[in-house]
Structure formats: structure tokens, C-alpha cells
Antibody
Framework: EVQLLESGGGLVQPGGSLRLSCAAS????????MSWVRQAPGKGLEWVSV????????YYADSVEGRFAISRDNSKNTLSLQMNSLRAEDTAVYYC??????????????WGQGTLVAVSS | DIQMTQAPSTLPASVGDRVTITCRAS??????LAWYQQKPGKAPRLLIY???SLESGVPSRFSGSGSGTEFTLTISVLQPDDFATYYC???????FGQGTKVEI
């Protein structure tokens, strides 16, 4: 059974940093692209970032480019998102999502339950 | 950038209804379109990929169609469990539509 478990969310001040993690199990982790998708309170889904199965290719939404960094450790089946220079508009539930294939440009067939990031002073 | 626009934003419906949601792309996206269902407080669930392929385990009352710039998600006979918000996604650019809430 595929499982994705996010952690690391919490309350952070504007300008601060936070690192999210996603522990994956139940599938060949290195064979699939992985993404982060967020959802602000009461709003729709916004894709944040994707990383290929090997970790060699990454893409970011314009809204987070230069502030967030996605990475993965295939030896530990773990996906991470380092978030720096956080802003109030980054407040959201952050979901870890498994790509349906190795390449980054794929839909998401499994999702974690999400972790809440709140940016406020 | 490709924009994805869903209509309507809210869809009043009743159990047993046939429901259709539309998703339009600002330019041709071939068939690189997925549909997701999301219930309050829950993660999204993949329903349809490649515009019309049903994800494993999804009931056959869900179907998708279209190509190019116009796509539809149809629920043939709405069930109580189907009241939720539905999102389309162009997955070559990872862009989501704004969502359609199917409500009573």
C-alpha cells in the first residue's frame, strides 16, 4: 500500500524558514517523480515544485522560485521541501504527491494527508 | 503560461442527477489532462488521467472526454459520496483549474 506522510509544518514568522519532509513507502520511490502541492485556506490547489525520480531535474512555480528548494533522498525514501523567506501568502496545507511516472510531467496518483504551514507574526 | 478555467464554480445537484463539469485550456494541451476529487479536510484523489482514462478503483459512473482545449468530467448518476470539489489539471505544466464544487 502506498503511503505518504508529511511532517515539519508549523507556525513561522514572515522571513523565516521551514523544512517539510515526506516519508514514502509501498512503492519503488526512486522510480517516480514527486511533487509538492499546496492549498491556502478555503482556496484551490496550487502546484509548488516537482523533482524527477533520480533527483536530477527540478521545476518550481514562479511564486516560490528562488525561495524554495525541493530534494529527495532515494536511499531513505524521503522527499523534502526547504522553504526560505516565507511570506504570509505561503500559508497553506502542503501536500506531498506521487507522480504517476518517472518523468516530472505526470499527474499525481497518490497524495499525503498534508501538513499545515502558517506564516504569521 | 497555460491557464485552466473550470465551469461552473459551483454546481447545485441532487442524488441521481447527471452532472457535467467543463475545463477549458487557454491553448491546446492535447490530452494531458487529469481530474481530481477533493472532500473537505481530505487530500485530492485522482479520478481521470489522459483526459479519458479511468484511474484504477474509481467507479465507472465517472468519465472524462475531450482533447485540445475543451474537456468534460461527467458523473452519470450522482451518488451521495460524490458531493465534493473537482479540479482539472494540465499535468504537463502542473496547472490546476480553480475547482468546481458540487453541492446539494
Amino acid at each position: 500500500e502506498v503511503q505518504l506522510l508529511e511532517s515539519g509544518g508549523g507556525l513561522v514568522q514572515p522571513g523565516g524558514s521551514l523544512r517539510l519532509s515526506c516519508a514514502a513507502s509501498g512503492f519503488a520511490f526512486s522510480s517516480y517523480a514527486m511533487s509538492w502541492v499546496r492549498q491556502a485556506p478555503g482556496k484551490g490547489l496550487e502546484w509548488v515544485s516537482v523533482i524527477s525520480g533520480s533527483g536530477g531535474t527540478t521545476y518550481y512555480a514562479d511564486s516560490v522560485e528562488g525561495r524554495f528548494a525541493i530534494s529527495r533522498d532515494n536511499s531513505k525514501n524521503t522527499l523534502s521541501l526547504q522553504m526560505n523567506s516565507l511570506r504570509a501568502e505561503d500559508t497553506a496545507v502542503y501536500y506531498c504527491a506521487k507522480g504517476a511516472q518517472l518523468a516530472p510531467r505526470s499527474c499525481f496518483d497518490y497524495w499525503g494527508q498534508g501538513t499545515l504551514v502558517a506564516v504569521s507574526s | 503560461d497555460i491557464q485552466m478555467t473550470q465551469a461552473p464554480s459551483t454546481l447545485p445537484a441532487s442524488v441521481g442527477d447527471r452532472v457535467t463539469i467543463t475545463c477549458r485550456a487557454s491553448q491546446s494541451i492535447n490530452s494531458w489532462l487529469a481530474w481530481y476529487q477533493q472532500k473537505p479536510g481530505k487530500a485530492p484523489r485522482l479520478l481521470i488521467y489522459k483526459a479519458s482514462s479511468l484511474e484504477s478503483g474509481v467507479p465507472s459512473r465517472f468519465s472524462g472526454s475531450g482533447s485540445g482545449t475543451e474537456f468534460t468530467l461527467t458523473i452519470s448518476v450522482l451518488q451521495p459520496d460524490d458531493f465534493a470539489t473537482y479540479y482539472c489539471q494540465h499535468y504537463n505544466s502542473w496547472t490546476f483549474g480553480q475547482g468546481t464544487k458540487v453541492e446539494i
